[in-house]
């Protein structure tokens, strides 16, 4: 099956600092998701984006379908960013596939 | 609120015991798919469908078994329960397959004591 990478797997900021976090996958896919885990263990929607440029806000997003990439981008970051990340591939048109998450800690 | 909606929020039950977790898409999506998460891991995908068929499978164990109703309504069965089924079990749906965005539920915590 499809593999999904991470990373980085952690991530410590300081309120106010900008992060990149990457989703790697290993074979071409239909659709690719960024997905927020609050701390209290709500899964929220950032981003629909299988290929090109979004942004919303402080977040952006950028796939390349090609190179099989992600990069999940975070400006200014506020501790209420914290939680963990998720990529999510869809292939195969029936499959959705999560990587195992990047965990954000943003301090004030 | 994502318009997908799981009961119950939480469940504790005994070893051994079978249990039912509903999940309703939001209207008009076709696709429902299901996935564990234990603490602290990632969300392991279990069993889709697709307008009533089943039409993908993962790591789904043979206790546990899914249907999807005429009404589009999705019912996940996990029977003999065992302590690590213990998790966070999610339910998301889109309109058809994985092409099109899905959005998940708030989960059922399910605690198996």
């Known amino acids: 099956g499809i593999q999904v990478e991470q990373s980085p797997p952690d991530l410590i900021l300081q309120e106010g600092a900008n992060s990149t976090l990457r989703c790697n996958f290993s074979?071409?896919?239909?659709?690719l998701q960024w997905f927020h885990q609050n701390p209290w263990g709500q899964l929220i929607n950032l981003f629909y984006?299988?290929?090109g440029t979004k942004q919303n806000g402080r977040l952006s997003a950028t796939t390349v379908a090609t190179e099989r990439y992600s990069l999940l981008y975070i400006s200014s970051s506020q501790t209420t960013d914290s939680g963990v990340y998720f990529c999510?591939?869809?292939?195969?048109?029936?499959?959705?596939?999560f990587g195992a998450g990047t965990r954000l800690t943003v301090k004030p | 609120d994502s318009g997908v909606t799981q009961t119950p929020k939480h469940l504790i039950t005994a070893t051994g015991q079978r249990v039912t977790l509903r999940c309703s898409p939001r209207?008009?999506?076709?696709?429902v798919y299901w996935y564990q998460q234990s603490l602290d891991q990632g969300l392991q995908f279990l069993i889709q469908?697709?307008?009533?068929?089943?039409?993908a499978k993962g790591n789904i164990l043979e206790r546990f078994s899914a249907q999807q109703f005429p009404d589009l309504h999705s019912e996940l069965n996990l029977s003999s329960l065992e302590l690590g089924d213990s998790a966070l079990y999610f339910c998301?749906?889109?309109?058809?397959?994985?092409?099109?965005?899905?959005?998940f539920g708030q989960g059922t915590r399910l605690t198996v004591v």
């Open positions: 998301a749906s889109s309109v058809t397959g994985t092409g099109t965005e899905a959005f």
């Open positions: 074979d071409s896919v239909n659709n």
């Open positions: 984006i299988p290929s």
């Open positions: 999510a591939v869809g292939y195969n048109n029936n499959d959705m596939r």
């Open positions: 209207s008009g999506d076709l696709s």
């Open positions: 469908y697709y307008n009533g068929e089943e039409r």
